[in-house]
């Protein structure tokens, strides 16, 4: 139903910055609850944020609280995960997916439609 596209991974340093975005071809994020799960290897996959359709709350995994903030471009229809002071330990393969539900009070990994996934390292 939703074709989505993920982007925005990269290389980087420690400390540094990175701005990832979701997009649904040919359509709009606006109608959907989004959310950002990530996996790195030979880990189980988490859910990083989520940002609910309809009421806009949004979740946040305990260890990224103060450095990633979850939006949506509502001109654009898409959503973006902005992510400051990186850690080395942010090193995954970064996911956005979309439900209709809004988000169950946390950020989890039950989603309906899910993107590629972008690669985000961080080492030095």
């Known amino acids: 139903q939703v074709h989505l596209v993920d982007s925005g991974g990269d290389s980087v340093q420690p400390g540094g910055s990175l701005r990832l975005s979701c997009a649904a071809a040919?359509?709009?994020?606006?109608?959907?609850?989004i959310g950002w799960i990530r996996q790195a290897p030979g880990k189980e996959r988490e859910g990083v944020s989520c940002?609910?359709?309809?009421?806009?709350?949004?979740y946040y995994l305990d260890s990224v609280k103060g450095r990633f903030g979850i939006s949506r471009d509502i001109a654009n229809g898409t959503v973006s995960l902005r992510m400051i002071s990186l850690k080395p330990e942010d090193t995954a393969v970064y996911y956005c997916?979309?439900?209709?539900?809004?988000?169950?009070?946390?950020?989890?990994?039950?989603?309906?439609?899910w993107g590629q996934g972008t690669q985000v390292t961080v080492s030095s």
């Open positions: 940002l609910s359709r309809l009421t806009g709350n949004t």
């Open positions: 040919g359509s709009t994020l606006n109608n959907y609850t």
């Open positions: 997916a979309a439900r209709t539900a809004i988000c169950g009070g946390r950020a989890d990994t039950s989603y309906d439609f």
